[in-house]
């Protein structure tokens, strides 16, 4: 493990700065996408755990004094090529972020999570 963390530590020190930013946003973008299957997942356990007692995921946050739909926000699909942080479900009105980079040539694929 350590010769391959010095390998890699020798492949930064020979990238360009643009290299360095192009390579934390796909870490970032990636990051995120972990995050959000972790989320689904998690979600999806809920809702088998609610099934198993005879309730439905909405029924349950109701007994928990949730406000129906909050926990139906969505799954982010894209991501902001320059802010990592930035996000969109795909449904929606579709923020104005995704069409600039639309305009500059970067593909819904390209932005996808």
């Given at each position: 493990?350590?010769?391959?963390?010095?390998?890699?530590?020798?492949?930064?020190?020979?990238?360009?700065?643009?290299?360095?930013?192009?390579?934390?946003?796909?870490?970032?973008?990636?990051?995120?996408?972990?995050?959000?299957?972790?989320?689904?997942?998690?979600?999806?356990?809920?809702?088998?755990?609610?099934?198993?007692?005879?309730?439905?995921?909405?029924?349950?946050?109701?007994?928990?004094?949730?406000?129906?739909?909050?926990?139906a926000k969505g799954v982010p699909k894209y991501v902001h090529p320059q802010d990592p942080t930035t996000t969109?479900?795909?449904?929606?009105?579709?923020?104005?972020?995704?069409?600039?980079?639309?305009?500059?040539?970067?593909?819904?694929?390209?932005?996808e999570l």
């Amino acid at each position: 493990m350590k010769g391959t963390s010095e390998r890699e530590a020798m492949k930064l020190d020979g990238m360009s700065a643009d290299e360095l930013i192009a390579l934390k946003e796909r870490i970032d973008a990636q990051l995120l996408k972990l995050e959000a299957e972790r989320k689904e997942n998690a979600l999806k356990a809920i809702r088998e755990a609610a099934e198993k007692h005879g309730y439905t995921l909405d029924e349950i946050a109701s007994i928990a004094g949730k406000r129906k739909g909050a926990l139906a926000k969505g799954v982010p699909k894209y991501v902001h090529p320059q802010d990592p942080t930035t996000t969109w479900t795909g449904k929606g009105r579709k923020p104005k972020w995704f069409d600039e980079a639309l305009a500059a040539g970067i593909t819904p694929d390209q932005m996808e999570l």
